[in-house]
């Protein structure tokens, strides 16, 4: 394994493949192979060569909220454009340290991130092919003695090239239990974090306070991780814009008093148990189509206009549980789970 990262940016022609947990991605571009004529000399040049920009401002664009992630970002993305100055010039090229935890509550955005974060590793070239596997403690950790080595190398075979993103990392550290298999899946991991982190870029996700402990008991890990982003709870306003572009995302949107209802929505689901920021906001939106869908489908004749098939009413956000006289328990078993 050469220590210096993959040299060249992908060219503007290769498109690109992002999905959560896919198994592998898109070959390399053969003009990925070609050497640079001469090395970039301004940021301008390498922004231009890497085409970043445009995934940064999309980032900015599509994603409500997270200022501080955003920032984050940027200044890692200047940190790797910097590096390609740097090594243009022959300066020192030890391959920076790039794996990152992303801390925060259930839907908060964090795989939504981590695969905005590939797409920018690859066109900067710090992963070849930019594609994320997503996994938990299950897909690395076998049940019997002899099977975590496999199993976990085989993922990190998937992930070779693009980033691995391990979901509630710290599951993998189970004290309580002696001869835990877990460990050994630690252990390969932090080899291949050390000796192939020009290759593969680590991710470990999960809340705040656990993955602290994590790393308290893993100093190993904690040692190898140089990027800590932290994914804060969205606020209702916020919750509230997340709603209509989701709903604009699948050309939907709120009918008159549509939006204030699923503010309301939002203040009574907040405070109930298993709530997910984003993700109990998709979720709420795909009830609430549900809805609008049995409310026009009631009538078999009238021909309905694109602004009728759009719209979601307020009574469709207004028929949900939420509103009801139910305890607040009984939403949990519909619901997702954190
Ligand atoms: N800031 C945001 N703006 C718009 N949609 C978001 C935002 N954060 C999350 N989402 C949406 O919410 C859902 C859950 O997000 P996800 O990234 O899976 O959260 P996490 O990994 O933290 O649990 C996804 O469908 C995503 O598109
Ligand atoms: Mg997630």
Redesign the pocket.
């Known amino acids: 394994m050469p220590a210096a990262p993959h040299s060249t940016p992908a060219a503007g022609s290769q498109p690109l493949y992002l999905i959560p947990g896919a198994t592998g991605g898109p070959a390399s571009a053969a003009a990925a192979e070609a050497p640079p004529a001469a090395g970039p000399r301004t940021v301008a040049e390498v922004l231009e060569q890497a085409r970043i920009e445009p995934v940064l401002q999309e980032l900015d664009r599509?994603?409500?909220?997270?200022a501080p992630v955003k920032q984050r970002i940027r200044d890692m993305a200047a940190l790797l454009v910097i590096d390609r100055l740097r090594r243009a010039q022959d300066l020192s090229a030890a391959a920076p340290s790039l794996h990152m935890s992303?801390t925060?509550?259930?839907?908060?955005?964090?795989?939504?991130?981590?695969m905005r974060m590939a797409e920018i590793l690859h066109r900067l070239g710090y992963v070849r092919k930019g594609h994320l596997v997503a996994v938990t403690r299950d897909d690395l950790v076998g049940q019997y003695i002899g099977h975590t080595a496999p199993k976990t190398r085989e993922v990190l075979k998937k992930a070779m090239g693009g980033v691995l993103f391990i979901?509630e990392a710290y599951y993998l550290y189970r004290p309580e239990n002696e001869r835990d298999y877990g460990q050994e899946a630690i252990e390969i991991l932090l080899q291949v974090m050390e000796n192939q982190r020009d290759d593969l870029v680590v991710i470990l996700?999960g809340y705040k306070d656990r993955m602290e402990r994590f790393f308290r008991s893993n100093p190993g890990m904690s040692s190898r991780i140089a990027h800590h982003l932290d994914?804060p709870d969205?606020s209702p306003s916020?919750l509230l814009?997340?709603a209509g572009?989701?709903l604009a995302e699948q050309d939907y949107r709120f009918g008159p008093a549509a939006e204030a209802a699923f503010a309301r929505y939002l203040e009574r689901r907040i405070v109930q148990p298993h709530f997910?920021?984003?993700?109990s906001?998709?979720n709420a939106l795909e009830r609430a189509r549900l809805r609008q869908a049995s409310r026009l489908f009631a009538d078999a004749e009238r021909a309905y206009t694109r602004e009728e098939l759009s719209t979601v009413a307020a009574e469709d956000i207004l028929a949900s549980r939420v509103f009801g006289t139910e305890p607040p328990s009984d939403l949990a078993p519909t619901e997702e789970t954190p």
């Open positions: 599509d994603l409500v909220g997270l992303f925060g509550n259930p839907g908060t955005g964090k795989t939504t991130v981590a979901d996700a994914f969205y916020e814009s997340i572009k989701l997910a920021n984003a993700r906001v998709r």
